[in-house]
């Protein structure tokens, strides 16, 4: 098979498990965005991010240009300009609408975007039922789902961000009732020196850049339980992390510096001391046992090296990610590695614009473990390589230590 | 009296003029939302220009806070936030939010700012009903229109840009039956040399810039009958004008290339050589006959000096401003003067926070004369100093000349 | 005649006396040079400054390009690129190097520099020696002598913002004997209204932008006798003034804050509250009777508005100029004026490239009068209009209050 | 030993050997300062280089700080304010002057620093005759003369880059005759999977970021026998390769698009068609079968791409690097790998500020390895590791490639 995605649809081969799963995974974007305006989901608070309209348009985008465009026998697009609006980064495509403008996107409305998604269902939908058995389509299927589960994530990150920067600091949703937890103690689990097989394999779904399975070798390290806590990281805060080279990557001083950073993004403290986050539930006491998160690679190397520790590299992480007593290792906090984001030996990206999905990010970013709070169910995986600038900071990211 | 406003509102003691007034204003305002969606409202196209429920508090939040908060019995504010929300440039009312970042208020909510304007009116009238008498309040509150009807045109040009920004060209409402034209034919009216008086007098409303009216000595000179139109303006661009630093001047030269400029924002050329227009009722083919518009300071002097002529002072545009054969003064488009935007002789800005209206803006702008189509009926008279940057182009903005 | 000068050299008719001024004025550039070594005249500091060896190369190249090119029979470059290299701003005379790389050429070293100087020096001594009585001829060369002159100031403001970078804080040469002073009270001088009369007239030389003659409207005034010292400034400093905004334009407000500035460049305070500052001499101790020097229009702006006075037209401060107890009127410290720089009505700039001098910089600029200490001697007059951006510092600029 | 130098001078013992070595580096770099005059040495032409004078003195700053200031008995500083004016990075060390401010020291001069440079080197003379024994020192001072050497290879760098921005292309000195060879034919060197170790082992020097020496699994992969040349390359830029994104990083792209590139740095193809690069003789017509020089990482990755083939690991290159068949590891040109900066396992920098020399600039930079024409003899060796950001075009780096 010469696409990028690995699926052999044994389990599935019916047309019914095929539409409803379909179905579900479209509709959770759906309820993602009903706690939001109109306004709200047309708004864009900074380059990195997108509107959550634009997140629901893009999404759909990609089932009519990568699937319905070359399966529906007489195709003809929603809209003439849509594949220009609503194409994020393949070149392959053509042209592409500025990044950085797409919060002016006040037409299409967002009702408009809903018939948009209506009709691209509909079809979708009628594709399935009439080609459930062809397995390539089923596999374009399936990573159409994929990406939009990346894009429900995001939502949850972009949302955050703009809310964040309204000094009326709204709420997206009420708060759950809050179970306060002390932390565990943090263990290191150790692992022996040898050579270990990282990457995907099987017949379950997985991105192109999990491949191929490869074997590395490894030398004897430890890897901390749980993930750093609040408390734990703001001791670092408060030993003057922040004002101390000694700690940073040069590069990452340079940043602190530039940007006068003192603590982590979305916390804050009150003149008495007491630290408050802010949350999808407006500003809150900060619990010191949950997660610390938000936090780029350059803080989490400088927490590690405060705490004369190590980030761990991804073959560490993953050869430990199956070893009992290791805690909150999905769906707590995505975890940085100190790997820079590359092809493992022998990866080649898809044929045509679809081999833009991964490949050409290969630079200056670092790979992330595991997976969020804010990462769909069954959008986890021990082989998973999430990947981000060394800056970034709105994701939900924390850190996982190793020496 | 020590306000920056010279109203004495003879002609409007009573009540009932005053509310019908207020009113009449106020209700303008939502008229010119009502072609758009809250998504329209929201959004900013850049720092230069607002979004349309920011003007729609803005100007309600300037009633709240120079009259409610001051004459108001037992004046609450409508919501603790809006002091710093709302506030354009004051430093004298304390914060304010960044101006960049306005387009990122997608809360409070437009309806929310519905209901923000109903309950300022509603105390407003009261306050007319109780204390119409009060000249310096009826002062204050012509103010208060006058500030509402420059937001006004300032919704125009805003939303003109959003849209123009959008690869979809949506339109702002339908257009009007097309007159086509011919331009009047250019002619020249000529004044002697002397002292003149400008600025205004009288106790119909004015701006503090306008005052004191003082004596100027001009030089004989000439102004032109009319604008200049598209058709002459397009003549220069095809005789290489935007390729030739000979008619620039240096700094304008430096900005022509820095952002590769090679005719007026909102035109375009087809391939086959046809120009058309972005307006508010989307792409339209360019009438030769209308002024040309959407012209920046430099623009505006380049064309001068590629005609043999010069921008008029502003000194020369008003005591020329009442002269029988001058065509298209008021109502077409504001008309750049080569006049540095200052104070005049023994201007005093207001005290308090309202003495920053003006005075402040008095440096690095140059002062625009007459009005344009997007001016509310009644705002425009010829001791009126607009004044812009001289790289301004979003603004209706199109030239007379002068010898 | 149709130069941008209105020279009439009766009084040099004989080529001796042109020679002779010819070499003086040469001379005085090498002797500011002399302090130097051959890397201070190659550095630039700032994309606004130049390099002491381009001002000697570029001053030099006026004379070659614009007279030899013209005058000479069979003129040939003296070097084929340095048309190019050293031409400042010309449009007219074809490609320019760019400024802020001025600093990087090495080459030509500063010797060949001086082989260029000599030889051009060479060859107009010769062509003077033969068309002496050629008015026209000596028109222009009286045009590069004052062209000169103007750099030789600049020498002044650029080598000492050099020195001023560099952490040894060099002197330019030793300091005179100091003697101490106390300021003269500060006076008002009143002028009443009336037509006045400015812009050059005569046969002596001028700048075109001195010209025409023309009259103004001035209404009543007073001016301060001398300039605001460095005591009076720094009680501005002291009392806040760079902490408040009330005193100052907007504007002048962000680019306060953006260049988060606290004080005057050039001056320091020390931790125990004495004041110094940078001199060509190197630190010194801030002498509070002297003029204060080195502000931007907006320090000087801000200071007059705190002291509850103005800054004056150019037309006040020319017409009061010849006024007994006027005192620094020359030779002390430019005086910034609200006057915006423009075109005098009926201002024609010269034909050809001559015709960049002035003209193409009236926009966004403001004009000071008088001289400084810096300004080579002969070089001032009552109608000269020197002219920076508000946001310059690093000239010799100063303050005189209007009211 | 503490430190993070590995050299147990077993074959130095003797004091004359460490002294004539000493005297040999220092004396190379004012070899290569010789064709150069004071202003050459003195500017600076980008951020990313130094003046050579700024080289000279850092480099003996090196040895003041780092040795003379630890091991001279009654240590006193040449000049106060040295340790700040040339420490390029040591936050440990304190203050530092910022670095794209080099080009302003035009004090000390040229002169001075040379004296800098004796007063130093006798001092150093003085210490090794009587402490030659002392292991620590002997490392201390080995560090410090393969520091001098790394700073050789920049004086190259930045001198070419200098030169390069003055339009006279100046040269460095004159060319050698020239041999015109043919290149050899591409060869592809097959090695086959499995465990290797990379890094420094022995007692001869190194730096610390090539320890310890550590295991890597490598799969079957074969190299390229020699580098790409510039008429390979250039097969690649005439085939469009720098106008289309399919062959290019994402950011790569986006590097190509923001600065306009075209081909490699220095080179030009005049209107006939000729290629022509600029070199330390000036401008040379481009030999077609010499390596491509100049090259950033994205350049690199680019043309891989294009050639259907990818860049080697650093574990690849390393354990290739003594296989017969492979020519130009050394002395032609730097070779990117795909490998991201990072630590060996078990990594630990040096405590202290020498610590500071490689740890901090751990990420974002991509690993070079060999040598290049520009590396002084004796400075290469098969474990070393050059770094670099993916941008960097001013180094003597090539391609070699994997597949």
Redo the contacts between chains.
Sequence with gaps: MHMNVKIEPVNRTDRDNLQSRFSAVREYTLDLAKPL???????Q?MPDASPI?WHMAHTTWFFETFILERFEPDFSPFHP?FR??FNS?Y??VGDK?ARP?R????????AEVMVYRSDIDMRMLKLISKHAADTELASLIELGLQHEQQHQELMFTDVKH??S????K?TYKEPPLHQCAQAEPMDWIAID?G?VEIGHTGSSFCFDNETPR????V?K?SLSSRLVTNGEYLAFVEADGYRN??F??????DWVQANQLKQPLYLQQSSDGRWQEFTLNGMQNLDMHQAAIHLS??EA?AYARWAGA?LPTEAEWECAAGLSGMAQLFGTAWQWT?S?Y??Y??YAPAKGALG?YNG?????QYVLRGSSSATPTGHSRATYRNFFP?TARWQFSGIRLAK
């Design positions: 305006s109109e306004e709200d989901c047309c708004a608070s309209k300009q220009m609006l980064y070149n392959g609408h403008q919060g002016l996107l006040t037409r299409p409305s967002f703009l809310l920067m309204n000094p009326l709204p020196a050579i490869h074997r590395q070798f030398e390290f080279p000694a940073w990557l040069s590069e990452g001083w690679y350059f190397d190590r100190s820079s590359g092809p030996p022998g833009e050409k990010f290969m630079v200056n060394a």
